[in-house]
């Protein structure tokens, strides 16, 4: 009797229903369609689809689905049917209902206790009333830290990892200070728009540093590996939507923000954060810890936008959680000589290839590429997601038996190539977009993975092996550029036939300029080998990706952090200096927006248990 009870509360969660697109309403419709019944109807055999009320049903993901191997495009919905909602609207689905088995990956049934998730303030908000007894309420006196009431924080580094590190230790009563080298995003947007326009590289605020981390002016996709449907990453796209962001990120298939929503939201934040309590320094670099007795104590900070009179100045706190990103290279040469344990890690390299979207649409869709209408239309901008294995050669080009995985990474549809430099002697570049993607460009980066044993064959040895290896790369593409930020380029086509493009090249998005160049000299010999390879193999995948109208750019360098910094699986301390909380993708720790904003989101309870702040339970 339970069990038969259990049927018919909560919700079934239904997944794999396909709607052909001539009969869905579009990418920007999350709503129930007809189409969409007929499918609902179909997998809990009830005859008439249209008497199923629409109220009962959630779109919970929708996604566009134009693979070669399918008949026909289709989107693809998850959709929660609300049970109680359903038998009062159209009692005679009672017995359909109660027919109702779980399929693996098809039909699940939710108790109606698991139905629940919230953003993460009401997530930490939960964990304060569940370990009331726990949480500093004025009169708590934590054994940590000798009597004060709540503990001081400095979270340095304000991107996704750093931001979602504040907020749930402001959440949880700790004293935070969040301290950013770069600039708030209305002033940073000032600064990008000086290097966009007159050239000018502000070494502190650029698209790498500044509010909002690397992320802000990027593409703002906010797909993860680490499992979309997950309690976790939905806390925070929920929060991101508390915040400003549209709601449509919880249910697309493929989430996407641009940089035109990603600077108000990162407002909203910061103004929360602020009322939450939390001081926030921009213009401030941590340039050296302070460290007594084996034990982190606080900060070396200087303004880092006054280059000329920087004096420095000393903050004391009770931990420090470390999210700088991997473009933070001053800040591992710091750590360095603090002993402070760095381990080299593999990463990719390669160059960023750029298409016409239009291309793109039509290798992808084919007959339906006419829909996309720069992002306005019914079906999606097209994008494309490759990963090949190559054979290796090494250095003398005899053959080794190892393989090389070759990818696309951070493809951006309907986007722009922007320069990702921190210093005006190297050129390193990415790919960002706005919300509509209606540029007329594709780019994607195409990279292959690199380790100790490429580092070795230019002599490269260490912790920091890689970012010197980074380095190298990113100075000969300035010097092939011919410096002034103009990035080298080649035709895909002449890069496999190892010769100079010849002008008129295909136009570019990058705004800073390109010239001809010989890319295939640029890497080592089997780096460029790789490249050539994995581009064969990708045009059998996207028949058209080898075009005349392809233009490879270099370089892409900063793929995800070469550098890991070692901490406790538990408790997120350095292993090798205590209250210290290395976070985010410049630990090693995550790759991607919400991957980082999910790693400082964890240390924020991590360190909030350890200072007593609840007692863990979540
Ligand atoms: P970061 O975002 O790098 O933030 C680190 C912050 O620390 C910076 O703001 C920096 O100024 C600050 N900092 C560094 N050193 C110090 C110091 N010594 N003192 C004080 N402050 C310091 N990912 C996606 O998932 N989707 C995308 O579409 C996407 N597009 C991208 C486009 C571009 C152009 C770039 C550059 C990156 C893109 N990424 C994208 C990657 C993504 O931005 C990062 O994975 C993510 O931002 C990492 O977050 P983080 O908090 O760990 O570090």
Redesign the pocket.
Known sequence: AAKVKNKLEGVWRLSKLGVPVGEDPGKDCLGISEGLLQAIAKVIEFPVASMLPEEAFSVVRKSFDARKILKEAKFVYTVDLDVKTLLELEPRAHDFIFRLEPKLGLVEHIPPEKTVSGDLISVVNECKRVNSDAVINGNGVPHHHGGRSKPKIAV????????FAALVLAEFGADVTL????QAVEERGRDIGALVVRRILDM?SN?????????T????????RIGKNSATVLAVLKTLVRFGAPDNILVNGKP?LGTDKLVPLLRNFRHYLQSAGVNIRFG????DLLVDDSRVVGVR?SD?ADQLHSSSQDLKFDAVVL??????R??YEMLLSRNVELTPKDFAVGLRVEHPQELINSIQYSDLASEVRKGRGKVPVADYKVVQYVNDKDEDLSESSSKRSCYSF?M?PGGQV?L?STNPNELCI???SFSRRSSKWANAALVVTVSAKDFDLLNLTGPLAGIEFQREFERRAAIMGGGDFTVPVQRVTDFLQNKLSETPLPSSSYRLGVKSANLHELFPAHITDSLRQSLSMFDKELPGFISEEALLHGVET?TSSPVRIPRSNETYESTSLKGLYP????AGY???????AV??MFSGFAVAKSFDLFDGTV
């Open positions: 340095v580094g304000g991107g996704p990892s750093g931001l301290i950013e080298r770069g502190e698209f790498c540093f500044g509010e909002g981390g690397a992320g002016w990027s593409d703002g996709k906010l797909v993860t996407h401030t670099r941590v340039d900070v880092s999210a700088v990103g991997h473009s933070a001053d800040t951070c951006c922007v990702t990415n790919g960002m900063r976070v985010g993708e410049g995550a790759g991607g927006i919400v991957s980082a790693d400082g």
